[in-house]
Nanobody
Framework: QVQLVESGGRLVQAGGSLRLSCAVS????????MGWFRQAPGKEREFVAA????????YYADSVKGRFTISRDNAKNTVYLQMNSLKPEDTAIYFC???????????????????WGQGTQVTVSP
């Protein structure tokens, strides 16, 4: 059973930075492509960023491109989301997710992912 545990969310002022982490249990972390999604109150879960199993390719939502960076450390079974220049509209619960590397798609759709974490709250004050 694969388990994902996010951490690093908190209250931050607009313009600030946060780094989210997602620790993944299991010995096959390097076989998963990983993604970050977020969900604001009353809204659907939306794609934020994705990274391939090797870390060689990344993909971002237009709303975060240039501000957020996804990375992974396969030796630590961890994926990260560095968030800079945060805006109030970035406020949401952030979820990490794992998909098998051979599942088609670039990682921007929730249905591609097999495993999900419980989420970590990010709140950006004006």
């Amino acid at each position: 059973q694969v388990q994902l545990v996010e951490s690093g969310g908190r209250l931050v002022q607009a313009g600030g930075s946060l780094r989210l982490s997602c620790a993944v249990s299991g010995r096959t972390f390097s076989s998963y492509s990983m993604g970050w999604f977020r969900q604001a109150p009353g809204k659907e879960r939306e794609f934020v960023a994705a990274i391939t199993w090797s870390g060689g390719s990344t993909y971002y939502a237009d709303s975060v491109k240039g501000r957020f960076t996804i990375s992974r450390d396969n030796a630590k079974n961890t994926v990260y989301l560095q968030m800079n220049s945060l805006k109030p509209e970035d406020t949401a619960i952030y979820f990490c997710a794992a998909k098998y590397a051979d599942v088609a798609g670039r990682g921007d759709r929730t249905r591609e992912y097999k495993f999900w974490g419980q989420g970590t709250q990010v709140t950006v004050s004006p």
